[in-house]
């Protein structure tokens, strides 16, 4: 496959109610939508990167500059296949999201081609998954139980709460309390804790969490791997997992016994790939992040959560929990809180031109040189 070039585009995207994380509020998802064009015809991926470097050190801005500067020169003349993308870029430091999202829209392209759907390359035995909903911090305990009662009662398989000083045993509890045993429920600290916190952090063990997810700094393997010895809540890795490399790393000392996987972070739905075999054949159960996506990032997130070692639910909602209006048709949760799997080649969705083009902020046209 040969490509012509790649058309980046900013959207904008207003959250149906704002999303507060211990990194920042958002009310807007701004993201950016690529298009690759080839002989074989053409692809789509999306960018996970925010505004701002608070996640990951990766933003909007400087992904769009990263693939207009660098990643399209790396990809000039040649026979491309999927994996040649991750290959062409492995000389450029960094960036995992900016090049997961050239590589997405490759493979959206070259699978479309080929009449193959995502999930069925990517090795998945599922047609539907399991799928959660990650609930921000919001302003009382009344507001939250009012706002996870809705999500439990729109069927969802698993409940996330963030969680920062301040706002972590009190919310924990009053969800267990009036939600009861049964409710599968987990936090997401997004590093927002310090090593001193370790003993407060042990206190989470009291309310039956299925997990405990990224609490620590993204380099802090060592404080990871001391709460998990001392408590029996399972401690699940986000941020700190950055590759198949350092997901082995991470088990190998002790530091999780459940990893997040976003294909952004990795750096690609292949490395993904990776990190869900590495995690398997160790015996550690997986489940699919969620980067508030677009239908784009929400079709390929499907497609990874179908594999095998996904066996927690994933942080894939429907379409109405973040937008009012998407670029790609709603996706709607079923009755038994599962999502289905796209069949279609590729992704197995493409932007609706109206609604990509009503999101759309900003679009340049950036040719490959042969
Ligand atoms: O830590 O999982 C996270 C959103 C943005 C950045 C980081 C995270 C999240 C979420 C949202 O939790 C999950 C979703 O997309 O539903
Ligand atoms: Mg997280």
């Not at 080839?38 to 990766?58: F, H, I, Q, R």
């Not at 801005?61 to 993308?85: E, K, M, S, T, Y």
């Not at 039956?208 to 990224?214: C, D, K, S, Y």
């Not at 997040?260 to 054949?281: Q, S």
Request: charged content about 20%; hydrophobic content about 40%.
């Amino acid at each position: 496959m040969r490509l012509d070039g790649i058309e980046l585009r900013q959207v904008a995207l207003p959250l149906v109610t704002p999303f507060r994380t211990s990194l920042g509020t958002q009310t807007t998802r701004n993201a950016l939508v690529l298009r690759v064009v080839s002989d074989e015809g053409e692809g789509w991926g999306e960018c996970v990167a925010e505004d701002d470097p608070t996640y990951s050190a990766e933003h909007l801005h400087g992904a769009a500059g990263f693939v207009r500067r660098f990643v399209v020169p790396a990809l000039a003349g040649g026979d491309l296949r999927p994996p040649d993308v991750a290959e062409a870029l492995a000389h450029l430091r960094g960036h995992p999201m900016a090049k997961s999202a050239v590589e997405m829209a490759v493979l959206d392209c070259w699978l479309r081609a080929r009449n193959t759907a995502l999930a069925d390359h990517l090795g998945g035995v599922r047609s539907r998954v399991a799928v959660g909903v990650s609930v921000g911090v919001v302003d009382g305990l009344d507001t939250l139980l009012e706002t996870v009662d809705k999500h439990l009662t729109s069927g969802y398989a698993r409940i996330k709460l963030k969680i920062e000083p301040g706002w972590d045993l009190e919310p924990v509890r009053a969800v267990r309390e009036t939600f009861g045993p049964a409710t599968m429920l987990t936090v997401d600290a997004n590093t927002a804790y310090s090593p001193a916190d370790l003993r407060h952090l042990a206190r989470l063990d009291d309310f039956g969490l299925a997990l405990i997810e990224q609490p620590f700094a993204p380099g802090d393997l060592r404080s990871h791997a001391a709460l998990a010895a001392r408590v029996d809540t399972p401690i699940c890795l986000d941020e700190s997992i950055t590759s198949a490399a350092e997901a082995a790393e991470a088990i190998r000392q002790g530091a999780c016994s459940i990893i997040n996987i976003k294909p952004g972070r990795v750096g690609g739905y292949l490395e993904a790939r990776r990190v869900h075999d590495v995690a398997r054949a160790s015996g550690v159960p997986v489940w699919c992040g969620g980067m508030l996506e677009t239908g784009l990032g929400r079709a390929g997130n499907l497609a990874l959560a179908c594999l095998p070692g996904f066996t927690l639910p994933g942080d894939i909602s429907a379409t109405e929990r973040y937008y009012r209006r998407d670029i790609t048709a709603p996706f709607t949760l079923g009755d038994d809180g599962t999502m289905a799997v796209p069949t279609g080649p590729g992704l197995g969705v493409t932007p609706d031109p109206d609604d990509l083009g009503a999101a759309t902020t900003a679009s340049e046209w950036i040719p490959v040189p042969a």
